[in-house]
Structure formats: C-alpha cells, structure tokens
C-alpha cells in the first residue's frame, strides 16, 4: 500500500514536471506608480498593457505566452526598490518594465543589473540611465539631451527667443533637462534670466508668477515637472499675466512628460503652450491608427489614448518581437534588444545603440495648443 502511493505521487509529480517544461512563459515584471503623485502614469500605462497583451496573444509568439505581474513602485526610489527585490524573488522575470519616475528608474537599475534581469524603460528622462555603463537598461523614451536640444533650436530658431526662465522639478529628471536646455540655450546667445526649482509637495505657485512677472520680458518658459504641477504652473503663469494664455508675452514650453489632455485641464491658460510630443493621435502611420481603433474599441470611442498608454503598449510589441526573433529568457532578449533597428511601433521606431538608448528620433515633433485648446502640430524639427 505505501509502494503504491509513492508510486501514484511520482505520477503526478512527473506529470506537472512535463507539464512545467511544455509551458513556454516569458514572464514579465511591471513596476509603475499606480499611487502617489504619479499615479496616472499607473492607470494608463496598464491601459497600454492590457491591450498590447491582447493584440500579442492573436500573433505567433513560436509557442511562448507572455505572462504579466503588476506592481505598484509609486514614483518612490525606496518603494521601487522593495518592489523589484519582491518582484525578483517571487516572479523570477525575464524582464521588467518600469519605472516611469527617473528617480525611481535609477534606483532599480543597479539591482535588476546585479541579477541579469533585463530593464525596459518607457518615461524616464534621466541621462544617467543610460549613462551608467548598464548592460540590462534598454529606453525607448527620449532622454534629457535628446528633448532639450529641439527644444532650443525652436526657441532660438522659430520664436527667436532671447531670454528664458527655466522652471523644473528637483529630481535627477528634472535636473538633467534644466541642465539640458539651458547650456545650448546660452550658447546659442540666449539668457537665462532665472532656474527655478521646486519639491513634488509644492501645489501654490503664485510666489513663483509673481517673481517671473518682475523679471521683465521673458521669452520662454521650459517647464519641467508632473502634470498634477504643470497645470498649476500654467495656471499661476496665466493669471500673473506671463504666458500667452493670460494675455502675456511668454510662451511655456515643454517636453514630453505632459500626456494628451493637459490643455483640457489647465483651460486657457495653456493656449499658446508648444511642447514636443512623440505620439500623436492625429498621426496617420498604419500601426497608429490601428492602435487607436483597438485602443477606443476596448475602452470606449470617446477616449484618446496618450503617449503614456502608447508608451506601455510599445514595450509590449518589443518584448513580443524579441520573442519572434529568438529570445526565450532575459539573456536572450538583450541579445535580440542590442540588435533592434528601426522596429516601427506606435512612438515611432527603435533603434537601441551601444548604451541601450533609443537613437531614433523620427516622430519628434512641435504641437502648439489653439484657443479651443486642440493641438496644432508644427513642421519644426
């Protein structure tokens, strides 16, 4: 009797073993901010995903599943580390996607390097990312130099700007694109009349207008920060008469951190705000349009997806194309992600260079926001 039972146990043991084994799984870590002041990196990034996963599944993946963990890192370097190390031991993933906040991006870096676990980055814009000599980090977002510089030649080129105050949260992110849009700026002949820099807790920006407001005549306003700060920025500009929006002589700038639906938020007090965008809805590229019919099809017809969604989707097509290719595990998917060029997505096309940074830079493009507070887009490069 106690032969047989041994001998049913090894049974099923052997069952589930071969089981194991047929089961192709790349499985997959997502850290982002789903609370906190990023929260809505969160919400949209997981849109993204979802979606992708269910585009994906009606491919050929050469009999592999993508299997999908979500974690909340909340935009916080130490709540961000204690997630990767759980995500880590528990997951044991292929690879991870995250995080969207550079600081928390940063303070994941080292650890996911430690275990050969490969980073695909989305929304951070530090350079030191993909300055630090990591063989894991892969980004497919615009870096801090990457942003800055068509963000001068525009100011100095197109609205021959002369003086700027420079506006920036006081994170690495915001940090490097101050740093990063104020030398070019100064060698190309501008002033910068001020650098002003702000915690995430600050909400009242009158202070900050009313101080720009006794500057004189300031061209420019490079603005840096979370979208919660960049409406009150904007607003506070506005009502202190700075930016165009309130009657003033300034145009706000900024980079790619907004998603689409800031100048609904912030009303007109964004009218006259230019800023880069590296997806837009009203771009007619197949996988673009494509992406938005599914995108409205599974949540509603009314709703624009947002560079953020189209971001999270993207990565998801990369993972998926490295599958196609090859890859089967996290060292492989490096290997497939250091040969990617030009992989057309919904943010353009990917082409990783030596440092694991995207290099291609073809749908970066100039949207100025009109009275009504829709997009123009703009033919600067």
């Known amino acids: 009797?106690?032969?047989?039972?041994?001998?049913?146990?090894?049974?099923?043991?052997?069952?589930?073993?071969?089981?194991?084994?047929?089961?192709?799984?790349?499985?997959?870590?997502?850290?982002?901010?789903?609370?906190?002041?990023?929260?809505?990196?969160?919400?949209?990034?997981?849109?993204?995903?979802?979606?992708?996963?269910?585009?994906v599944a009606k491919t050929d993946l050469k009999g592999y599943k993508l299997q999908v963990q979500y974690e909340d890192s909340a935009c916080s370097p130490l709540q961000a580390t204690n997630t990767v190390k759980r995500v880590l031991d528990q997951l044991k993933p292929h690879i991870v996607i995250g995080e969207e906040c550079s600081d928390a991006s940063l303070a994941i870096a080292p650890i996911l390097?430690?275990?050969?676990?490969?980073q695909l980055n989305a929304g951070s814009v530090t350079m030191k990312l993909t300055e630090s000599g990591y063989k894991y980090v892969f980004r497919i977002f615009p870096n801090a130099e990457q942003q800055s510089a068509p963000l001068v030649k525009v100011a100095r080129g197109h609205l021959k700007a002369q003086t700027a105050v420079i506006l920036y949260e006081k994170t690495n992110a915001g940090n490097d694109n101050a740093e990063g849009f104020e030398k070019p700026f100064v060698a190309a002949g501008g002033k910068v009349l001020a650098k002003i820099d702000f915690g995430r807790d600050v909400n009242d920006f009158t202070a900050i207008a009313t101080r720009i407001a006794s500057l004189g005549k300031v061209d420019v306003l490079p603005t840096f920060a979370l979208e919660g700060q960049q409406v009150r920025l904007s607003q506070a500009l506005a009502q202190a008469n700075v930016v165009k929006g309130g009657g003033g002589h300034g145009v706000q700038m900024g980079s790619i951190w907004l998603p689409w639906g800031y100048d609904q938020k912030a009303g007109q007090a964004a009218v006259g705000y230019v800023r880069i965008v590296q997806f837009d809805p009203n771009e007619k590229r197949k996988v673009v349009q494509d992406f938005i019919k599914a995108f409205q099809l599974k949540y509603g017809a009314g709703k624009t997806p947002t560079h953020i969604n189209a971001h999270a989707y993207d990565t998801i097509l990369l993972v998926a194309e490295a599958v196609r290719r090859g890859a089967k595990d996290s060292e492989t998917i490096r290997e497939q992600f250091t040969q990617f060029k030009d992989v057309e997505v919904t943010t353009g096309k990917i082409s990783f260079d030596k440092k694991g940074q995207n290099s291609d830079l073809s749908v970066v493009h100039f949207v100025e926001t009109q009275k009504d507070l829709s997009w123009k887009g703009l033919s600067w490069q």
């Open 1 to 55: 009797m106690k032969r047989a039972f041994i001998s049913v146990v090894f049974s099923f043991g052997a069952l589930a073993f071969a089981a194991q084994a047929q089961d192709k799984v790349i499985r997959v870590g997502v850290l982002m901010p789903i609370s906190g002041p990023g929260s809505y990196f969160g919400v949209m990034g997981k849109e993204g995903i979802d979606l992708a996963l269910e585009q």
């Open 113 to 118: 390097e430690q275990a050969k676990v490969v």
